[in-house]
């Protein structure tokens, strides 16, 4: 597991610091102060003239969630997170007793974050029930300064509060397993969903017999081999073959475009440094007007 910790505050570019952390397996379970500490140490090694002290930061996640030093990493960060460290330690949360007993309780009472879209409440499978959950169906998209689920495109917001509190668009129960990623999907999905799965180890085998495969099909095993639906990915094919009637080509240009849109996102959302408004909603650089005299 690798995760990405960005230090973006100090106003002179010289101060920031990236910094990508291969976790030994064994973090995985360990505690997210672990993070900060190793971040904070090569920080500190780096900058002799601007040293941190680690109790004054707090790290948060890409969705400005704030992770407690106690809290396990596995439970909050995902591979490949970026994480921000932001100053002004984590607000005081005393441990719950659930979570230092979590695992001893039955698993109906168990302590869980739901990781639906837009949701992140704390539930128990004992109290969960089918309209429990408010939530989006696809994931966040932060193009230049709007803020929107890729599911409510005609909703979008322009600042962190009134993004969260665009209203879920889809009901059903609480989950703590994450969508998109290993998730058990539906019997309708096609074979080889996931990159573990043994149908797609052999690379002879994704070769032998294939070259005639079109690149959508192509697209499509490797989309759903990284955790994507089958179904949404059909959904949107037959859609643009009834747009396009039927123009292989055509289509194939129109999932082109889609997807280098996608591309574009994740690289906003990974540079917000480029002058534009940070998307994280960092501290608000100062910025004269144009008749402004000092
Ligand atoms: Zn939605
Ligand atoms: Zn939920």
């Not at 920080?43 to 809290?71: C, F």
């Not at 292989?248 to 440094?273: D, M, R, V």
Request: glycine fraction near 6%; charge should be positive.
């Amino acid at each position: 597991m690798k995760v990405f910790i960005h230090y973006e505050e100090p106003a002179a570019e010289s101060l920031r610091q990236t910094l990508k952390i291969t976790l030994p397996k064994k973090w995985e379970m360990g505690p997210c102060s672990n993070l900060m500490d190793t971040f904070i140490k090569s920080y500190n090694a780096k900058h002799p003239e601007n040293q941190m002290v680690a109790s004054q930061y707090r790290l948060e996640t890409e969705m400005r969630q704030v992770l407690q030093p106690h809290t396990t990493v596995c439970e909050k960060v995902h591979d490949r997170a970026d994480l921000y460290v932001k100053f002004g330690s984590a607000p005081a949360a005393p441990k719950p007793m659930q979570t230092v007993n979590n695992d001893m309780l039955d698993p109906l009472d168990r302590c869980r974050a739901c990781k639906l879209f837009g949701c992140n409440k704390k539930y128990t499978e004992r109290a969960n029930s089918d309209d429990a959950c408010r939530h989006h169906t696809k994931p966040p998209v932060f193009h230049e300064t709007a803020k929107y689920w890729s599911c409510c495109p005609q909703k979008k917001a322009y600042d962190w509060e009134s993004f969260m509190q665009i209203k879920g668009c889809a009901t059903g129960r609480h989950s703590d397993i994450k969508p998109g990623a290993a998730a058990p999907l539906g019997g309708s999905h096609v074979r080889g969903q996931t990159a573990t799965d043994p149908k797609l180890k052999k690379i002879e085998d994704f070769n032998a017999g294939k070259s005639d495969e079109k690149p959508l099909d192509l697209l499509k095993r490797a989309l759903v081999a990284i955790g994507c639906s089958a179904d949404d990915f059909e959904a949107a094919r037959e859609k643009l073959k009834e747009k396009f009637k039927d123009d292989e080509k055509e289509i194939t240009a129109e999932f082109c475009a889609e997807i280098g849109f996608g591309l574009h996102n994740l690289i906003g959302t990974t540079q917000p440094a480029t002058g534009g408004p940070d998307p994280y909603g960092g501290p608000p650089q100062f910025k004269p007007p144009p008749n402004f005299a000092p």
